[in-house]
């Protein structure tokens, strides 16, 4: 991961076409170093997760270049590598596993090294269906959901609503949750982990004890599917 972070970290200060065009060739090999981490990280989750080991990496990959369209930021290139391992494809809108190496130095997104399990967008029908299981077996999700999980996971409140929705007392004990409209837990890492040996062995047995949170969000949205 070193000769990955020195290309993010110099991109980031060099930010344009011109640049890119004459560095394309280191480009195009830490993309392969890349490449070669993710297919190594699928094999490792999919030793848990059959959902996980059917993917292929344009299933989960992303490409370097930004939608510059509807941003402020003009900057041509991402400066972060992503890979989401999610059953049936990053497009699925299912819940899975994100990793992510930024150039490092902040926690703050997209600069940060990043693990998350869960996912950023819902239909509504499951949002709906997760409060519902979740107020209704707060204790069982806590216990055997949530307790499961690494430690070092913390439930990410970014984007959350300001209050509890009316259907739900405001006092209650999962009430943040019912805030929530991204259902994701997260960690951050540090340049220490990310360029430590066996990486993907590493942050695969992180991922794991998340499986019984993704497999409970991914069981809302099965079921907001099969309603359409």
Same mark, same amino acid.
């Given at each position: 991961?070193?000769?990955?972070?020195?290309?993010?970290?110099?991109?980031? $200060?060099?930010?344009?076409?011109?640049?890119?065009?004459?560095?394309?060739?280191?480009? $195009?090999?830490? $993309?392969?170093?890349?490449?070669?981490?993710?297919?190594?990280?699928?094999?490792?989750?999919?030793?848990?997760?059959?959902?996980?080991?059917?993917?292929?990496?344009?299933?989960?990959?992303?490409?370097?270049?930004?939608?510059?369209?509807?941003?402020?930021?003009?900057?041509?290139?991402?400066?972060?590598?992503?890979?989401?391992?999610?059953?049936?494809?990053?497009?699925?809108?299912?819940?899975?596993?994100?990793?992510?190496?930024?150039?490092?130095?902040?926690?703050?997104?997209?600069?940060?090294?990043?693990?998350?399990?869960?996912?950023?967008?819902?239909?509504?029908?499951?949002?709906?269906?997760?409060?519902?299981?979740?107020?209704?077996?707060?204790?069982?999700?806590?216990?055997?959901?949530?307790?499961?999980?690494?430690?070092?996971?913390?439930?990410?409140?970014?984007?959350?609503?300001?209050?509890?929705?009316?259907?739900?007392?405001?006092?209650?004990?999962?009430?943040?949750?019912?805030?929530?409209?991204?259902?994701?837990?997260?960690?951050?890492?540090?340049?220490?982990?990310?360029?430590?040996?066996?990486?993907?062995?590493?942050?695969? $047995?992180?991922?794991?004890?998340?499986?019984?949170?993704?497999?409970?969000?991914?069981?809302?949205?099965?079921?907001?599917?099969?309603?359409?």
């Amino acid at each position: 991961m070193k000769e990955i972070l020195e290309f993010l970290r110099t991109l980031a $200060q060099n930010n344009n076409k011109e640049w890119f065009n004459a560095n394309k060739a280191w480009y $195009q090999e830490v $993309q392969k170093k890349w490449y070669a981490f993710c297919e190594e990280l699928i094999t490792e989750v999919g030793k848990y997760d059959a959902d996980i080991a059917k993917l292929t990496l344009r299933d989960c990959t992303y490409r370097i270049y930004r939608d510059t369209r509807f941003s402020k930021d003009k900057t041509p290139y991402k400066t972060h590598f992503g890979v989401f391992l999610a059953p049936g494809g990053k497009k699925s809108m299912h819940a899975g596993y994100y990793f992510h190496v930024g150039t490092g130095g902040s926690n703050e997104y997209p600069y940060g090294h990043m693990l998350a399990a869960g996912n950023y967008c819902y239909d509504t029908r499951a949002m709906r269906i997760l409060r519902e299981d979740i107020s209704f077996g707060w204790e069982e999700f806590k216990e055997d959901v949530l307790g499961k999980a690494d430690k070092r996971f913390y439930v990410d409140m970014d984007g959350a609503l300001k209050r509890v929705p009316k259907e739900y007392p405001a006092d209650a004990p999962y009430a943040d949750w019912m805030r929530l409209k991204s259902f994701c837990l997260m960690t951050n890492a540090d340049d220490d982990f990310i360029t430590k040996p066996k990486l993907a062995q590493r942050v695969a $047995q992180m991922f794991e004890t998340t499986k019984p949170f993704i497999d409970y969000v991914n069981r809302a949205v099965d079921y907001a599917q099969e309603e359409d």
